[in-house]
């Protein structure tokens, strides 16, 4: 369900109620049936509403379909019939035809809208109190329906629960994904409305995220945060359920009972999530019918295709076995939330860069450091500060079994323990870190490595441009708080402790950053202490003087942060390499003369490999071609590489 075309059908019909109005009379309910039925048919594909012939005992005014399958039913009032006192007269066990009427559908049918055609009553499951409310708008003093803005998006939320009740099984992720997100779009506003309301559950939630592990979250990003975890938690979940061909069937609880012991805060935090008593009734149900969807959706057509739009992104080479669970969230995200995914810089990195970028520091660390086993080596420990999905860290995992799987079963699980106490990522944004959970311990499963339970993948929820706490040691603190609190040690342990030597991956680009933290703008502007009792200077100053810049907001890039945080970590570190992708921008825009100047004190060698593909500028190949990005934006991108020695 497209929001044109939801958009489009209430223009329909506004123009029809509108056109009854106008006659002057006193039209019944029966009046506009006919607008009703185009409305509803508008709102999906595959939709038939179908008017109930008029003496029909019993039955709601209108029966909708998908294909052949009745989903729902709607009853229709008077325009000017109040819905909120037909409920509270049924609840009230009154004996008007009204309310007894309300009573017998809400018994019978367990999807139901209740219109007077400008408000809308959904009521899910036999529940008495309504799961979601719209006000499309108001009859003016002109006598014409007039409808707004906040009306039209309540509506399109009521009327998407509404057709979700039974799902379209789709077979191409360009299906699923619009379908997936309008629902995770409703679970994000039901999660306000919850919070808004003093839900003690989700506020509970809400404060032990905001306390323990990213400070100053608000509360619609908070929201924000629970949909997309349950909603991409559920996909990637059913992505492992359809390998499994021989479990129980897929429902809401099917992610926690499937996600690996690799990690207990997510483990628990999930069934949290879908599975706690506490949960409002209005949530549980939105959360269902995400399972519902994603569970009748065709895995191994939707895995199929996403392999091949992944192939076609990396011509031709391998598909990597976890493709699906990367290549849908770029699809995902893009319908659900655009502007979040450019405001936090979410790109998809392909695979021939990440493989490029891993085997580049596999190789330096070899030929640099003397190090024979390169990544595998022992010592080598790795870090990820904006991991992402994963893909990183699992190329570097996948890197390492081709170079030492070979030897044997009994060597590589006796070679893993290790590798988990050295491999290190940090990720903001709670889906993408529950794919990556997912991923990097199928992939060891896969590897043949059997984990303990109590061994977890070095994976934090955490903001890695927020500065480590000093913890004390504590009182246990019991279930999810407990975890969480145990989530935020275990990630400023290794900001503050891990003598980092390897730091790679894809940053975010963000020109306004939303990462505006004090520590990381001291680091940014006034530099830091060296371990040796020098001094890094800042990015705003060059041959120890101020840039003297006009406008330096350039600086202000997320990717420039993280470069800095790279080069400050392997400073304290004292020795490494840094692999990152980032905006091309610094390589030869006079606003960043102080960073290049600053990096080139820390690293003896750079290399920079400029993927050019900027749009802004217009670049073009040297026969004069369009020059592409390896990512969908406008922005030019470079590879670097700097090793400290």
Known sequence: MAAADVNKALRRYVK????????????????????????????????????????????????????????????????????????ANAAAARTDHNAEQFRTYLAEYDNLLYTNYVEWRLYRRHDPAPEQIAVLGHIGADGKFHTTKEGREAFENVVGAFLAALPEPHATAKGLAPDMARLTKVLDARTRKALDEGNEFLKRLYDAFQDELIHGLKADEFADMYAQTIAYGLFTARIIHARDTDGPGFDRFAAERLLPVTNPFLKRVFGSLVNDMDMPKRVVGIVEDLAALIGAADMGAISEELARFGAGRRKGEEVAEHDPVIYFYEHFLRVYDPEKAKKRGVYYTPLPVVRYIVRSIDELLKNEFDLADGLADQNVIILDPACGTGTFLYEVVRLIHERLGPRGAAEWNEYVPTLLERLFGFELLMAPYTIAHLKLAELLRETGYEFRRDQRLGIYLTNTLEEAEQHVEQKMLPGIMGAISREKEGADRVKAEAPVMVVLGNPPYAGHSANKGPWIDGLLKKGYDLPDDGRRPGYYEVDGEPLRERNPKWLQDDYVKFLRWAQWRIDRTGRGVVGMITNHGYLDNPTFRGMRQNLMGTFDTLYLLDLHGNAKKKETCPDGSKDENVFDIMQGVAIFLGVKS
Request: hydrophobic share 35%; net charge negative; with cysteine.
């Open 16 to 87: 029809a109620i509108n056109k009854e109005l106008a006659t002057g009379g006193r039209p019944s309910e029966q009046t506009y049936y006919p607008a009703l039925r185009d409305l509803i048919d508008g709102c999906g594909d595959g939709i038939n509403a179908h008017i109930v012939e008029r003496g029909a005992a019993a039955k709601p005014d209108v029966q909708v379909y998908r294909r052949e399958n009745l989903i729902g039913v709607v009853e229709a009032k008077d325009l000017p019939v109040n819905l909120g006192e037909i409920e």
